[in-house]
Nanobody, 123 residues
Framework: QVQLVESGGGSVQAGGSLRLSCAASGFTVRSYSMTWFRQAPGKEREGVAGIYTGGGSSYYADSVKGRFTISQDNAKNTLDLQMNSLKPEDTAMYYC????????????????WGQGTQVTVSS
C-alpha cells in the first residue's frame, strides 16, 4: 500500500529556511516520479518542484527557482524540499505527490498524495 507522509512545515519569518520531507512507503522513491505541490487559501494547487523517475532531472516553478531544492534520500526513502529565502507568498499547504509516470506540474496526473504540511511565512 502506497503511503506518503509529509513533515517539516512550520512558521518562519521572511528570509528564513525550512526543510520539508515526504516519507514514502509501499514503493521506492527512485521508482516513481515525485513532485511537491502547494495550495494557498482560495488558490489552485500549483506545482513547486518535481523530480523525474530514477532521480534524474528535476524541475522547478519559476517562482521558486534558485531558492528551493528538491532531492531524494534513497537510504531513508524520502523526498525532500529545502526552502531558502522564504517569502510571505510561499505561505501554503505543501503536498507531496507520486506517480509511476511523470506528470509535470499537473495535479490530475498524480495518483498518490500525502495529507500536506503547512508552511507559513510572516513578513
Amino acid at each position: 500500500q502506497v503511503q506518503l507522509v509529509e513533515s517539516g512545515g512550520g512558521s518562519v519569518q521572511a528570509g528564513g529556511s525550512l526543510r520539508l520531507s515526504c516519507a514514502a512507503s509501499g514503493f521506492t522513491v527512485r521508482s516513481y516520479s515525485m513532485t511537491w505541490f502547494r495550495q494557498a487559501p482560495g488558490k489552485e494547487r500549483e506545482g513547486v518542484a518535481g523530480i523525474y523517475t530514477g532521480g534524474g532531472s528535476s524541475y522547478y516553478a519559476d517562482s521558486v527557482k534558485g531558492r528551493f531544492t528538491i532531492s531524494q534520500d534513497n537510504a531513508k526513502n524520502t523526498l525532500d524540499l529545502q526552502m531558502n529565502s522564504l517569502k510571505p507568498e510561499d505561505t501554503a499547504m505543501y503536498y507531496c505527490a507520486a506517480d509511476p509516470n511523470w506528470g509535470w506540474f499537473l495535479p490530475a496526473e498524480y495518483k498518490y498524495w500525502g495529507q500536506g504540511t503547512q508552511v507559513t511565512v510572516s513578513s
